[in-house]
Each structure stands twice: as structure tokens, then as C-alpha cells.
């Protein structure tokens, strides 16, 4: 079965989604990340989105639960690297991605969460 | 007047991506600008998903139409599913049936140019949408 590799550095946990995903591959990773979160007592994580070519509404849901679920966790998501298309065509359809963290690009996302980029 | 067309079957969530990845290819052929491509197919994306959990799979045509001088993609997502007993509150914001976010129509809606929602309880449902070149 298809899987979207989640990668661990120090306590940070970075997930790069670079394919199109559909629901399934979406719902399994929302399952594998609160796993790791769970295992590596990760304090956060970093979604970079910038391969995404849409997002669209499940696929919006599911960042915003994967927040959520990780914030529970304690651990802080940061969504990075959304293309202003995506940008405009979300908020249009109407999400907001309320109560999620964005950051502009990796390097912005990792000063987020207070972890200088390189430094593992 | 249609120059061009062709369809595609909807039946399980693969077929979304499907969908997804044919429009985009229609959308850079037919030179949509990148903001409005995405707009496109995000909104085919609502649309096959939709037929696939609501509809119970169906089908997606595709058109190239031309209205005077302009061209537009204009593209039908068509199932045979229980229909929408109420079209108002369906392209409600915020209004689903089912487990979802209700922004599929709503939302899709706001996508595209042209939107025409064709359903009745018990006779399926075909939504058509236009984005003008």
C-alpha cells in the first residue's frame, strides 16, 4: 500500500507530500504521522505542501485534523510551502484552514517552531 | 456548439485523481491561465468526489464549447445516486448530507464560471460547469 514517507529530525517530524494524493493515502497518513508523533515524542511537525498542485476540501479537512490530533499530542504543525494558486482556490471554495500554522517555506516553518534549519 | 469531447467513468476514489489529472491536462491545452486551472480542478475534484460517495460512482464528460469568439472547457459530473431533494440548502455553505465539510457544491460553485445543478429526488444528479477561456 501506497505510504507518504515521514521523516524525523531531533524532535521534529517532516512529512513532504509530493504526490496526488487521494483519500486513502490521506486518511493513512493522518494515522502513520499521530503513530511517530506518538512514538518520537516529536514537538512538531512540518508539512511541506509546495508539490501540491490543489488542495482541495478533504484534502484541507484532513490538514486541519492532523493539526488538531497533533496539538493534542502536544506537538505544533506548521503547513509550508502552499503555491498562491492553491492559496486563492482554498480560500475561495471556502477554507480558511482556521487554527492552523503556515509558513511561507521549510526554512520559515522550522523558525516557527524554534528549531534553526540544519541543526537536527 | 461543441468542438470537442469526451468522458471519463467515476466509480471509486482513484477515478478522483483521474479526474483531477485529465482536466488539469485539458486546462494547460486549452490555456487556461495557472490560477484559473487550479480553480478548475479543485472544483472537478469536489464534483468526482461527490458522484463517488453521494452518487455511488457516475460519469464525467467533458466539452470543449465555444459561445461567439470564446472558448470555455466545460465539464459534467453525472450519477445516478438518490438525488438532492433540496438544491437550495445543498449549495448552502456548511450544509452536507454526509460526513463531509458541505463546501463540495457550494464551494465549486464559486470555482468556476457557469454552474447548473440538475437533480431531483430519486433521479440522480448532474452538476455542469463552465470556465471560460
Known amino acids: 500500500m501506497d505510504r507518504i514517507p515521514i521523516l524525523q529530525m531531533g524532535d521534529l517530524l517532516l512529512v513532504t507530500i509530493q504526490v496526488d494524493m487521494h483519500d486513502q493515502l490521506a486518511l493513512t497518513l ?27 476540501s478533504f484534502i484541507g479537512r484532513m490538514i486541519s485534523t492532523i493539526s488538531a490530533l497533533a496539538r493534542i499530542m502536544d506537538a505544533t504543525t506548521v503547513v509550508v510551502g502552499m503555491q498562491p494558486a492553491v492559496a486563492i482556490t482554498l480560500v475561495e471554495l471556502g477554507l480558511d484552514l482556521r487554527g492552523v500554522r503556515t509558513a511561507l517555506n521549510v526554512e520559515r516553518g522550522m523558525k516557527l517552531l524554534q528549531l534553526p534549519a540544519g541543526e537536527p | 456548439m461543441i468542438a470537442e469531447d469526451g468522458s471519463l467513468p467515476i466509480r471509486i476514489e482513484q477515478d478522483v485523481v483521474l479526474a483531477r489529472q485529465t482536466v488539469r491536462q485539458l486546462a494547460v491545452r486549452f490555456g487556461l491561465r495557472l490560477v484559473d486551472q487550479t480553480k478548475l480542478v479543485t472544483a472537478a475534484s469536489e464534483l468526482a468526489r461527490n458522484a463517488v460517495i453521494y452518487g455511488g460512482g457516475g460519469d464525467m464528460h467533458w466539452r470543449i464549447v465555444e ?17 438532492i431533494p433540496d438544491q437550495v440548502k445543498a449549495l448552502t455553505d456548511g450544509w452536507s448530507s454526509g460526513s463531509g465539510m458541505g463546501l463540495g457544491l457550494s464551494g465549486s460553485r464559486r470555482l468556476v464560471d457557469d454552474f447548473d445543478l440538475d437533480t431531483a429526488a430519486g433521479q440522480g444528479t448532474r452538476v455542469t460547469i463552465t470556465k471560460w477561456i
Not at chain 1, 42 to 55: E, H, N, W, Y
Open chain 2, 67 to 83: 459561445r461567439g469568439v470564446r472558448r470555455g472547457i466545460q465539464l459534467q459530473f453525472a450519477d445516478q445516486g438518490p438525488g
Open chain 1, 30 to 56: 493522518q494515522d502513520d504521522l499521530t503513530d511517530k508523533i506518538q512514538r518520537t515524542s516529536a514537538r512538531g511537525v512540518l508539512i511541506d505542501i509546495s508539490a501540491l498542485d490543489i488542495v482541495d
